[in-house]
Each structure stands twice: as structure tokens, then as C-alpha cells.
């Protein structure tokens, strides 16, 4: 897994840029960001007080919806390696979930809900591959209430032989439910079409409307 080191040099980047888009000084925000304890000293009294009212650490730049969202982010995926895209995974879709599979595929296409979803792209991927990938994190990026999955896939292949190895990226906008829970609600999905249908090949599609 190579997600501490994305999700790291992410954090970084959104920092900085955070504390130079107010201080105006590269300079000053990586020496804030090693030295916590000049930090304030250093720091313009207003500005101290604008930012200990958005979040605790006066000294970093957080972002508490950001940091929500890369926290469910990273432990669904940690989830879905160990329960291969099982329980875990249907348990953080919104039944209002919009998944758009981009790209050319046979699969490609917009499901606007849950069950339609897993009707007509995950149980289908079930029926012709021999398992689901586990996913391999490369990078998550979040902003918000949103986050871009980078991640691949090792060793998987349809039932038909064809290899199922490949980079995906998902956009992914989440939104907290009635509940309090996380859930994902929207998803653009990219993948390798020329693959994705060299697995789907002989497949039969299930006509049934919906
Ligand atoms: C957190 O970031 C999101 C997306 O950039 C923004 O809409 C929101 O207002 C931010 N929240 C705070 C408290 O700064
Ligand atoms: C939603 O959150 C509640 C607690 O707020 C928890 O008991 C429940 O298991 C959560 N539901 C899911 C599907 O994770
Ligand atoms: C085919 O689709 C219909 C309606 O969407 C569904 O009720 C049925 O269970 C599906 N059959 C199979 C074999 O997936």
C-alpha cells in the first residue's frame, strides 16, 4: 500500500498553499509547519483568531469535512480489501447513489440508484470475474465533502482467462445521512474499457427492466 505516502504529501500540499494563500510567504509556512511552538508567536494576532475559530490546531490547516470525509474514504478501502467489495461496501452506498461507469464499456453508463448499481454493474463484474479486485491505493485526495480515489488492481481475471489488471479513479462525493453516517452518493468511475469488455465477452446481460 503505498496511500500513507499520497495521503501525506496530499496533506502537505493543502497546507501550504493554505497558509501561503493568507501569509503571502512559502518561506514562513514550512518553518510554522516544523516549528509548531513559534507559530503563534510569528502569526498576526487577527489571523490567529480567524483560524483557531475554524478548528482546534491554530498552527495547521484543517479542514474538519475534509478531514471526515478522507478519514471514512481511507477505512472503507481498508474495508473493502479485507470483505472484497462485500458488506462493507454496500453498507457505505446512499440508497440515492448515482454511479457513472465512464469510458466506452459495456458497462458504461450512468445507474441512478444503489440497487441499480449493484444490479447492473457489481453483480454482473461478480458473475464474470473469478474474484473482485483488492484495491490498491495509490493516492486519495479529498476536498470537502469529496474525494479522488487513484487506485489498481493486481492479479485479477475474468472467468474467460482475460486479465482484469488496471488503474481506476473514483470521484466520489459523500454526504453525511439522517443517521450521522458518511455515505457515498455520487460516483464517476474510470476504468480500462477495452478490458472491462474482454471479461464481459459471452456475457449475457439481464434484459429485465428495471
Ligand atoms: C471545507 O472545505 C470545503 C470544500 O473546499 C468548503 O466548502 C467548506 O466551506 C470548508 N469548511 C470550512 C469550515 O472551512
Ligand atoms: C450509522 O450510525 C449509527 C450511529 O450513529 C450506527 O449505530 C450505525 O451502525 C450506522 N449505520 C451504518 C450503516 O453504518
Ligand atoms: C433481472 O432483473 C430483474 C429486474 O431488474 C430482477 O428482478 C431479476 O432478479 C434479475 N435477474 C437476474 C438473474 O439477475
Not at 6 to 19: D, E, K, R, T
Not at 46 to 71: I, K, W
Request: charged share 15%; hydrophobic share 40%; with cysteine.
Amino acid at each position: 500500500m503505498r496511500s500513507p505516502v499520497g495521503i501525506a504529501s496530499a496533506f502537505f500540499v493543502i497546507g501550504l498553499s493554505c497558509w501561503s494563500s493568507i501569509s503571502g510567504s512559502p518561506r514562513h509556512s514550512s518553518k510554522n509547519r516544523h516549528d509548531t511552538s513559534s507559530s503563534t508567536q510569528s502569526t498576526p494576532a487577527a489571523l490567529g483568531f480567524m483560524m483557531a475559530e475554524a478548528h482546534p490546531y491554530p498552527h495547521q490547516c484543517v479542514n474538519s469535512t475534509t478531514e471526515d470525509t478522507r478519514a471514512f474514504v481511507e477505512s472503507l478501502f481498508t474495508a473493502v480489501a479485507l470483505d472484497n467489495f462485500g458488506a462493507s461496501f454496500a453498507a457505505a452506498l446512499s440508497d440515492d447513489l448515482v454511479w457513472t461507469v465512464s469510458g466506452s464499456s459495456v458497462i458504461a453508463g450512468t445507474y441512478p440508484s444503489k440497487q441499480i448499481y449493484i444490479e447492473k454493474v457489481l453483480t454482473p463484474l461478480r458473475a464474470v470475474l473469478v474474484t473482485l479486485p483488492v484495491p490498491i491505493v495509490e493516492h486519495i485526495f479529498c476536498d470537502g465533502d469529496w474525494a479522488t480515489v487513484n487506485w489498481r488492481s493486481e492479479g485479477v481475471y475474468g472467468k474467460n482467462g482475460a486479465n482484469y489488471d488496471m488503474q481506476y479513479a473514483w470521484l466520489m462525493r459523500t454526504e453525511v445521512d439522517d443517521e450521522g453516517n458518511r455515505t457515498i452518493v455520487e460516483v464517476t468511475g474510470f476504468y480500462d474499457s477495452i478490458k472491462v469488455n474482454a471479461v464481459f465477452e459471452g456475457y449475457v446481460f439481464n434484459a429485465t427492466k428495471v
